[in-house]
T-cell receptor, first 116, second 115 residues
Framework: DAGVTQSPTHLIKTRGQQVTLRCSPKSGHDTVSWYQQALGQGPQFIFQYYEEEERQRGNFPDRFSGHQFPNYSSELNVNALLLGDSALYLC???????????????FGPGTRLTVL | AQKVTQAQTEISVVEKEDVTLDCVYETRDTTYYLFWYKQPPSGELVFLIRRNSFDEQNEISGRYSWNFQKSTSSFNFTITASQVVDSAVYFCALYSTSGTYKYIFGTGTRLKVLA
């Protein structure tokens, strides 16, 4: 049973560029959430997708956008990259989207984004 | 406002010692959920436990135990007879049904278990 997978593992971009990160949820899961984890900090909730719609959003600017596909996989897009966007981006999946974030979430290994 | 505080930045213990990781939370909601996650060096967060605000029973799972006290807004995590494999960063998290930040993590406690 495959867990949550994310790609790429590492990514280096320059300021002003755009980036797309990808996530495939655990088999059978229908909800995907994205988190940003800066070095030495706890993860910060970006947003959650269920039924191909953004259901909840944290305190992140519109430069952060996402998408969920019919197969439940998801993308996180960040436009106009800033140095401060350098972080580990974690994807988490869970089952039964209506239950919200309080269901057990399974996390992927993350994508390490470095903005130069 | 919702907030999770893990005051212990880093703890070092010798193998077989017991260790308690502290978590203090703030929320005005009556219904909320508390979690503990483990993040080993590989980076992948591992779910350990979920507790809802109406269930104050302590829980034990092997060497792990959790003490939830609403009176002090604390949800502490104890590892008994620690092992080197327990070395990781541990995060406490709060899910509350109001506020902009739906799911809030603490800043984590780095546990180092020395052989």
């Amino acid at each position: 049973d495959a867990g949550v997978t994310q790609s790429p593992t590492h990514l280096i971009k320059t300021r002003g560029q755009q980036v797309t990160l990808r996530c495939s949820p655990k088999s059978g899961h229908d909800t995907v959430s994205w988190y940003q984890q800066a070095l030495g900090q706890g993860p910060q909730f970006i947003f959650q997708y269920y039924e191909e719609e953004e259901r909840q959003r944290g305190n992140f600017p519109d430069r952060f956008s996402g998408h969920q596909f019919p197969n439940y996989s998801s993308e996180l897009n960040v436009n106009a990259l800033l140095l401060g966007d350098s972080a580990l981006y974690l994807c988490a999946s869970s089952l039964v989207g209506l239950a919200g974030l309080y269901n057990e979430q399974f996390f992927g290994p993350g994508t390490r984004l470095t903005v130069l | 406002a919702q907030k999770v505080t893990q005051a212990q930045t880093e703890i070092s213990v010798v193998e077989k010692e017991d260790v308690t990781l502290d978590c203090v939370y703030e929320t005005r909601d009556t219904t909320y959920y508390l979690f503990w996650y483990k993040q080993p060096p590989s980076g992948e967060l591992v779910f350990l436990i979920r507790r809802n605000s109406f269930d104050e029973q302590n829980e034990i799972s092997g060497r792990y135990s959790w003490n939830f006290q609403k009176s002090t807004s604390s949800f502490n995590f104890t590892i008994t007879a620690s092992q080197v494999v327990d070395s990781a960063v541990y995060f406490c998290a709060l899910y509350s049904t109001s506020g902009t930040y739906k799911y809030i993590f603490g800043t984590g406690t780095r546990l180092k278990v020395l052989a």
